[in-house]
C-alpha cells in the first residue's frame, strides 16, 4: 500500500518532528517540504516578507511530484489554504493530509525558541490569517499538535491505516 501523507500546519506547529517520527513509524521516508522551497522564497521569509500565492504555486506543484515520485513518503509542509492542497493533490492525487492543529500563543513561543530556522515569528500572524483548515470532503485528520510526538504519530498514522 502506497503511503503519501503531507504534515500541515503553520510554522511552529511541529510539522517536522511529527511528520519525522510518523514516517520512522511507518518505514517511508521523510521530506521537510522547507527544503524544496527556491532560494528566493527562503530570502524572502527570513526578511520576513510573507510569500504570495505565485510565490507557493511552484513550490506546491514540486510538494505533490516529490509525493507523487514515492511509495512510502512523509512530507512536512504548511499547506495552509484549500487552493494549496488542490495543487499539491493535482500532482499527488493520493495525498492524505494530517493538520496539527494549535493556539496562536504556543506557536508564538514555539517560534521564538528556535534556533537557526528562516522563518521568523513576525510571519506567524500572516500565518494564521492565510489558515484554512481541512473542509470534511478532503482526505486527512486533523489532530491537537500539543500531543507529544509520538501520540500525534500514531493518531495520524491510525487515520491513514483505516482509509
Given at each position: 500500500m502506497s503511503v503519501r501523507i503531507v504534515v500541515m500546519g503553520p510554522s511552529?506547529?511541529?510539522k517536522s518532528t511529527v511528520g519525522?517520527?510518523?514516517a520512522d513509524s511507518l518505514g517511508a521516508?521523510?521530506?521537510?517540504?522547507?527544503d524544496l522551497h527556491?532560494?528566493?522564497n527562503v530570502g524572502k521569509m527570513a526578511a520576513g516578507v510573507p510569500l504570495d500565492d505565485a510565490d507557493r504555486q511552484p513550490w506546491l506543484r514540486l510538494v505533490g511530484k516529490t509525493l507523487q515520485a514515492e511509495e512510502r513518503v512523509v512530507v512536512a509542509c504548511?499547506?495552509?489554504r484549500r487552493v494549496y492542497r488542490?495543487?499539491?493533490r493535482d500532482e499527488a492525487p493520493e495525498a492524505f493530509f494530517a493538520e496539527l492543529a494549535i493556539g496562536r500563543d504556543v506557536l508564538e513561543e514555539r517560534m521564538r525558541l528556535r534556533v537557526d530556522h528562516f522563518m521568523p515569528a513576525a510571519l506567524l500572524d500572516s500565518q494564521l490569517q492565510t489558515l484554512e483548515s481541512l473542509d470534511a470532503d478532503e482526505e486527512g485528520i486533523s489532530i491537537d499538535a500539543e500531543a507529544d510526538v509520538r501520540t500525534a504519530s500514531a493518531l495520524i498514522a491510525a487515520a491513514v491505516g483505516q482509509r
Amino acid at each position: 500500500m502506497s503511503v503519501r501523507i503531507v504534515v500541515m500546519g503553520p510554522s511552529g506547529s511541529g510539522k517536522s518532528t511529527v511528520g519525522a517520527c510518523l514516517a520512522d513509524s511507518l518505514g517511508a521516508r521523510f521530506i521537510d517540504g522547507d527544503d524544496l522551497h527556491p532560494p528566493e522564497n527562503v530570502g524572502k521569509m527570513a526578511a520576513g516578507v510573507p510569500l504570495d500565492d505565485a510565490d507557493r504555486q511552484p513550490w506546491l506543484r514540486l510538494v505533490g511530484k516529490t509525493l507523487q515520485a514515492e511509495e512510502r513518503v512523509v512530507v512536512a509542509c504548511s499547506a495552509l489554504r484549500r487552493v494549496y492542497r488542490d495543487l499539491i493533490r493535482d500532482e499527488a492525487p493520493e495525498a492524505f493530509f494530517a493538520e496539527l492543529a494549535i493556539g496562536r500563543d504556543v506557536l508564538e513561543e514555539r517560534m521564538r525558541l528556535r534556533v537557526d530556522h528562516f522563518m521568523p515569528a513576525a510571519l506567524l500572524d500572516s500565518q494564521l490569517q492565510t489558515l484554512e483548515s481541512l473542509d470534511a470532503d478532503e482526505e486527512g485528520i486533523s489532530i491537537d499538535a500539543e500531543a507529544d510526538v509520538r501520540t500525534a504519530s500514531a493518531l495520524i498514522a491510525a487515520a491513514v491505516g483505516q482509509r
